[in-house]
């Protein structure tokens, strides 16, 4: 900083030095010079001095000279606006063309503007922007062009706007570009649109000037250290950036009246980055989508609302940033009455620190920061100081430890706060001392501990989150509605340790980062909670009642779980099952994930619905008294067992596969509302068959030990492979009364083709009544001399094929009588 310097006094010296009747001038008294390839004007183009917009008897109005067409041209002085009242204008355009001066004063003494454009040059060791009082200075550099400057400094009292735009760049090459020198009334503006640059060394303005800075639409500013006036407006749009090796926003000139704020806009993805951000004195601040940052960890952060009268402002919001490599200091006002809010809003919004974050330092008067998502996030710790409020609405404050002084106030409505350096609660903690109201954590409030916590003081958890990696001392710890999490494994225990002996109630949840244990002979008495473990919950005792169990769930050999009386228990995971669950007049509902059942493990239904996405079954599937609903796809497989006795009735809203033993006692009921598959049932209950069957293992042989009804809408698939029934096609039948309905589908296996004289026996029964609605043969077409018989298929459950004409005698007219199948 010590490199920068206000030159506009030393330069109006010189200016006037050299300011006398020119020696080989060219002049440019009124109207409009072109300089261009067809109509030269001079000569030559090197000039000692050029004068544009000079006193003239006619009084004109302005003076204009154009570079164009590819072109150069040279002087060692150039005054745009050379008279009082007369404006000066230069024009160098067109690509190729340039124009180079020693000296180049845009608004000398009056008026002036200089315009670069459509890939032209200008070069000048000294740009001086509004010489004299009252003058004003345009500078506009667009279209692809450049203008490069060792030095730029402007006047006092005087106005100066550069636009620098679509591609073109501003160089300044010295540390210096001094604008104000220190007077009053100077207005500056440095415009950047559309992928514009500027690239400078130090940029300072006066503490006196009215300062915009405008970089927007994917422009840039690089620069070494920017010094800011009291007085300014920055504002950043579009993606465009601003690198500084400093930026300071300084302090208001002392005599200056108050009313004067700095105003800070960044928008739509743009950003700030320099090594030391400071500002003194009040401002007006907004990053939206937007970050401001220092770069490392001696990179402050320090905004001082000073001893205006003015209100200040900081809003992060819509995702935007405040990072600091190093600390964040946000001062208060120090004698005044103004108020500094500081305001971090939306999820994705963000103010962090390596180190600490400081609210109210010098003054915390009226000092309100607000949390209303996003986060605060500091490395080392969070301080209030000096009667700051801060309140937080959402969001996560992110530190070590959290420190109120004197009178400063933390209204914790809602949201998280996690510490990372606090292991023991007591209650002298601020947490407990200040922040949580009643020693509760109530709803939509949430507590992190990074590391294990110790409680040594009564906390009570109302309907929020209380989590640590472990936690100790449970007997102050009282547990009624909300969550408690876990980050190592959580043991029943712990959980019951904190339960004390009370349910597992609606509302209340444990949660384990990692495993979670049931030990032998313990007890989960669930009354609506949850059990929550991403890695697992392995159950080696009992859980019971209802809630919800979420993580993937292992029943080990000597566990059980149960839901009974009216009671639903929903498993949002894989069930693997090798101990008992029972569903005793309750509800398991597994239906989000496989329930997979060993050979030792018991399922046991009475009057109950169990629910599974899919159930593989290897040990016993028990049901007994009632009514009984299970839903999801079963395999019975392996030493699987199902067994429904009791004179209960049994619904499969889904498909089984069965490959195993399934028994129906005599009195109890099995209804098959999906597909059947595979192997026939023992016993003499009864079975309704309403969606399709597929008798054996392609091919097989499907008996019933009971009744069997098919339903109107059903499905019977017959495979034939060959003459030998049950193994090489299908047979389909009861040992008891088989009652026909649907339709009856016969299609060829593993490319058989059946000769005249096959017959084959499909159906078997030792009572038959009724007969399908259709019997479709397309999928086992014959060759053109063979015709199927199915006179038989009613009496004797046999199809044949036969040679034509014999299919004239084909069986048509449905049997509805009853009949006894022929002995063999």
């Not at 590819?70 to 050379?82: C, K, L, Q, S, V």
């Not at 009057?607 to 159930?615: K, P, V, W």
Request: charged share 15%; glycine share 10%; net charge negative.
């Amino acid at each position: 900083m010590n490199r920068l310097c206000y030159l506009g006094l030393i330069l109006i010296v010189s200016f006037m030095s050299i300011y006398s009747t020119p020696v080989n001038a060219a002049i440019v008294r009124t109207g409009s010079t072109v300089i261009s390839v067809n109509n030269p004007p001079f000569d030559a183009g090197d000039w000692r001095t050029v004068r544009l917009g000079t006193s003239h008897p006619s009084n004109p109005t302005f003076g204009e000279l154009r570079i164009t067409e590819g072109n150069d041209a040279n002087a060692e002085n150039t005054y745009i606006g050379n008279s009082t009242g007369i404006e000066g204008r230069l024009f160098v355009e067109d690509a190729g063309s340039t124009y180079s001066s020693t000296i180049l004063a845009v608004g000398a003494n009056a008026n002036g503007s200089l315009t670069v454009q459509n890939d032209a040059t200008v070069t000048t060791a000294n740009l001086w922007l509004g010489v004299y009082t009252n003058s004003e200075a345009n500078v506009t550099v667009t279209s692809n062009s450049t203008l490069n400057a060792s030095l730029i400094s402007q006047g006092t009292e005087s106005e100066a706007n550069i636009y620098i735009s679509d591609g073109s760049e501003l160089n300044v090459s010295s540390d210096n570009w001094s604008i104000g020198n220190g007077f009053k009334h100077t207005t500056t503006s440095l415009n950047l649109y559309n992928n514009a640059t500027v690239n400078a060394g130090d940029i300072s303005f006066s503490p006196w000037t009215n300062t915009t800075l405008s970089i927007e639409t994917e422009s840039r500013l690089d620069m070494n250290d920017l010094v800011l006036s009291a007085h300014s407006s920055t504002t950043l749009t579009n993606r465009s950036h601003l690198r500084a090796d400093s930026i300071l926003y300084a302090d208001r000139q002392a005599g200056a009246t108050s009313g004067r704020t700095r105003n800070i806009t960044l928008r739509n993805g743009s950003s700030i980055g320099t090594y030391e951000f400071t500002i003194r004195g009040q401002s007006n601040i907004t990053i939206d989508d937007s970050q401001l940052l220092t770069w490392n960890s001696a990179s402050s952060i320090a905004i001082r609302a000073g001893n205006s009268d003015l209100d200040s402002e900081l809003n992060i919001i819509n995702g935007g940033s405040l990072n600091s490599g190093a600390y964040i200091s946000l001062w208060g006002h120090e004698t005044s009455t103004g108020s500094y809010t500081v305001r971090v809003q939306g999820n994705d919004s963000l103010m962090r620190a390596r180190y600490d974050i400081s609210f109210g330092i010098g003054g915390g008067t009226n000092f309100n920061a607000f949390l209303d998502g996003g986060t605060i996030y500091a490395g080392d710790d969070l301080r209030l100081r000096n009667g700051a409020t801060f309140t937080q609405n959402g969001g996560s404050v992110q530190v070590d430890d959290i420190f109120i002084y004197d009178d400063s106030t933390y209204n914790f409505n809602f949201g998280h706060i996690y510490l990372r350096n606090v292991s023991d609660l007591f209650s002298s903690h601020v947490l407990i001392d200040k922040i949580l109201t009643n020693n509760s954590i109530y709803a939509n409030q949430e507590i992190e501990f990074a590391s294990d916590l110790n409680i040594y003081t009564p906390l009570v958890v109302r309907g929020g989150t209380l989590a640590a990696n472990q936690i100790n001392n449970t007997a102050a710890l009282y547990f009624q509605t909300g969550t408690i999490r876990q980050g190592s494994p959580l043991t029943s225990q712990t959980m019951l340790g904190i339960l004390k002996g009370s349910q597992l109630n609606s509302g209340m949840t444990f949660e384990s980062g990692q495993q979670m244990d049931i030990f032998i002979n313990h007890l989960i008495d669930m009354n609506g909670g949850t059990l929550a473990a991403p890695q697992g919950i392995v159950n080696s005792g009992i859980i019971e009642g209802r809630g919800n169990l979420n993580g993937i769930v292992a029943n080990l050999n000597v566990a059980q779980i149960r839901a009974l009386d009216d009671d639903t228990l929903r498993v949002n995971g894989q069930l693997f099952n090798e101990g008992r669950i029972e569903v005793v007049n309750g509800h398991l509902d597994a239906s989000t994930s496989p329930v997979i059942s060993s050979a030792s493990a018991d399922i046991i239904i009475r009057n109950g619905i169990f629910r599974a996405n899919h159930l593989t079954n290897d040990g016993s599937l028990a049901v007994t008294f009632g009514t009984t609903d299970i839903h999801g796809d079963i395999v019975n497989q392996g030493t699987g067992r199902i067994i429904i006795s009791g004179n209960s009735n049994v619904t499969i809203w889904d498909d089984i596969q069965q490959n195993s033993s399934m028994h129906i006692a005599d009195g109890s009921t099995l209804v098959v509302f999906g597909s059947y598959a595979g192997a026939g049932t023992t016993g003499t209950g009864t079975v309704f068959l309403e969606g399709d069957t597929r008798p054996g293992f392609s091919p097989g042989e499907t008996i019933m030990g009971g009744d069997v009804a098919l339903g109107n809408n059903h499905e019977l698939t017959i495979e034939i492979g060959g003459t030998i029934a049950g193994t090489e096609h299908d047979v389909f039948g009861s040992l008891q009364e088989l009652k026909l309905n649907g339709d009856l589908i016969v299609e060829w296996y593993d490319g058989f083709a059946a000769d005249a004289g096959d017959e084959f026996d499909i159906l078997d029964w030792d009572t038959l009544v009724g007969s399908f609605d259709n019997v479709d043969l397309s999928a086992a077409a014959l060759a053109p001399e063979l015709s199927w018989d199915t006179s038989s298929l009613y009496t004797s459950g046999v199809i044949k094929v036969v040679p034509e004409p014999t299919s004239l005698l084909l069986f048509s007219v449905p049997m509805f009588a009853l009949l006894r199948r022929r002995s063999a």
